[in-house]
């Protein structure tokens, strides 16, 4: 955070964050941590006498997005060896109530969280493309693979 702040980003704009593709390979310590520094930035306005204060005291909404895994088969010790000799090892999985749990427990709000594979499947799996199917995925592959979380901030 401080590299963007020494480059001139203001916090006091809203900010969008993407986070896709990370949780999964990071410990939960990290997770809650970098949830808790984007709820932490969004929606309040900081104290001069805070550490994290700047001349830009954040007061706008901040947003992350970010996809986890299911721990069903995510942490199965098949997948685990798999993803080991990838020398990918994965770390975190959740659940969709977990990982509701862990943006509430940073003080942001759940906006959406897209767990369920039939609705998966319906917005990403089953895109048209100028009339034309570009992608066929089966509902019980998407089904499994975790899920998709929007949350954000509330200006005080």
């Known amino acids: 955070m401080e590299c963007l702040i020494d480059k001139g980003f203001d916090q006091s704009l809203p900010t ?7 949780s999964m390979y990071l410990t939960l310590p990290v997770i809650q941590s970098t949830l808790k520094l984007v709820a ?18 954040p ?40 990982a509701e749990d862990l943006v509430n427990s940073a003080g942001m709000m759940v906006l959406e969280n897209i767990s369920e594979g ?15 199917m570009f992608v066929e995925v089966p509902v019980q592959y998407i089904g499994h693979y975790g899920g998709f979380v929007l949350a954000g901030t509330l200006q005080n």
């Open 118 to 132: 039939r609705e998966m499947h319906q917005r990403y799996a089953t895109t048209e493309a100028g009339g034309k």
């Open 16 to 22: 969008f964050v993407i986070w896709e593709g990370v």
């Open 59 to 98: 007061s706008a909404n901040w947003y992350i997005a970010f996809d986890y895994l299911n721990p069903t088969w995510a942490l199965s010790q098949l997948w685990k060896l798999a993803m080991r000799r990838a020398r990918e090892p994965l770390q975190s999985a959740f659940t969709s109530t977990e």
């Open 40 to 57: 932490d930035r969004g929606g309040k306005t900081l104290d001069s006498g805070d550490a994290n204060y700047c001349s830009h005291s």
